[in-house]
């Protein structure tokens, strides 16, 4: 096993390199969208709390769709739900360009649309969680969720600079309507996966079938401490909501602020590519506390300095360990998850890995209106490492968890 990505479940599975390239099109254009919505609302309101206001009205729609969509998700048809979610998600970009062509663009319009964009990825989420499981055999999955962090990381990557450079060049409207043009292309190559039917005696979706999987979580200290452990990195280190105030700190423009954005993923997508190496490790758990406690750190330097390329590099180390932690937590908790409960399960994942940015969002714009920039980067990487540290010595079926041979 060599140490590039493997690229093997792309190769063995039709319908997965069809998930995956519908997806990694999509995503793209969705990343584009996520840097322009905090521009806008900052340059419309100059205010960073705004930008905080933002997290709080997508987080009940992030939630509340993730555990939702993950209870459909295991009653339904997932290609159907998969293609009924995308729609949605090309309307709300549709929005969002006709908005910014206004000449006053609706500061309220930008929260609804952005709650209901959030809402639908929510949806979203545990569809592909739970149909990955099914294209793949379990010895590919870490190498699916690699390459499915591969996509994510370069959209994550090249998304935001793109945007940054679109917002200037072509404006808010024609960034969001490229967003639209790539959920197209999503919707068509979703269209020649094959059904993928409920597993199991099928169930209706209910608020009973969401509490049984709930109940199954209660009984899995493993996962939830991978959860847990996700939450703290997320909502202490995840200073997103700062970047346009940073931005300005640093003496930048739009373009500056893309790359602040992209510079996370960057160090993500280059850990992806490299990521042959991760398939050799067995204390999967212990790997897990090393990237976030290095996150942390990371995070934590980058709020110490004036210099735009410190705060980059800092940010792509960050972006790099993040990437590890995710394959691992995948990874242990697909191996925990049995088939017929992957949908609701990837719900309450989707609430905690989204969620968590979200509650970074509003705990950033807070802290950082209240206190400045540089405090609030600062303490939430130091926070990061702490959590590490309490999680490694007070949670120890997560730090000692192997990979089951």
């Known amino acids: 096993m060599g140490l590039l990505i493997d690229t093997t479940p792309l190769r063995a599975s039709r319908d997965f390199r069809r998930l ?12 584009m969208t996520m840097a322009a919505l905090p521009y806008q609302v900052f340059h419309e309101t100059r205010s960073n709390v705004a930008v905080g206001v933002l997290g709080i009205v997508s987080l009940g729609p992030l939630i509340a769709g993730s555990i939702i969509g993950g209870a459909f998700a295991d009653s339904v048809d997932k290609r159907r739900l998969l293609l009924g979610v995308t729609v949605a998600s090309l309307l709300c970009s549709i929005g969002l360009a006709v908005n910014a062509s206004l000449d006053h663009p609706h500061l309220w319009t930008l929260y609804l649309l952005g709650a209901a964009s959030s809402g639908a990825t929510a949806v979203m989420f545990p569809v592909l969680r739970s149909l990955l499981p099914l294209l793949l055999p379990e010895a590919l999955r870490p190498a699916g969720y690699a390459l499915q962090s591969t996509y994510g990381s370069f959209g994550m990557m090249a998304g935001p600079a793109v945007g940054g450079v679109l917002i200037g060049a072509i404006g808010l409207t024609g960034t969001y309507s490229v967003d639209v043009a790539t959920y197209v292309v999503a919707f068509l190559a979703f269209t020649r996966i094959a059904p993928s039917p409920p597993i199991g005696v099928p169930h209706r979706a209910s608020l009973a079938s969401v509490v049984h999987g709930l109940r199954f979580l209660r009984g899995q200290p493993i996962i939830m401490s991978v959860f847990g452990i996700d939450l703290i990195a997320m909502v202490f280190g995840m200073p997103i909501a700062l970047f346009p105030a940073l931005t300005e700190r640093l003496g930048g423009g739009p373009t500056l602020y893309g790359f602040l954005l992209s510079s996370v993923a960057a160090g993500a997508f280059v850990a992806s590519i490299t990521s042959g190496w991760t398939g050799r490790i067995h204390r999967q758990g212990r790997a897990v506390l090393w990237a976030v406690a290095i996150w942390g750190g990371a995070i934590a330097v980058a ?13 792509a180390i960050a972006g790099a360990a993040d990437m590890v932690s995710g394959v691992f937590r995948s990874t242990i908790a697909a191996h925990v998850t049995p ?32 206190l400045g920039v540089p405090f609030a980067i600062v303490s939430g990487g130091i926070a990061c490492v702490l959590g590490a540290g309490a999680f490694a010595t007070r949670a120890g079926g997560l730090a000692g968890y192997v990979r089951p041979e």
């Not at 992957?342 to 979200?358: K, M």
């Open 20 to 31: 995956w390239m519908g997806q990694a099109v999509s995503f793209l254009g969705s990343t």
């Open 303 to 315: 709020g110490l300095t004036m210099n735009p390329a410190v705060v980059l590099s800092m940010f």
């Open 339 to 370: 088939d017929d409960l992957r949908g609701r399960i990837s719900g309450a994942e989707i609430a905690v890995y989204a969620g968590g940015p979200q509650l970074g969002h509003i705990e950033a714009g807070l802290v950082g209106g209240l």
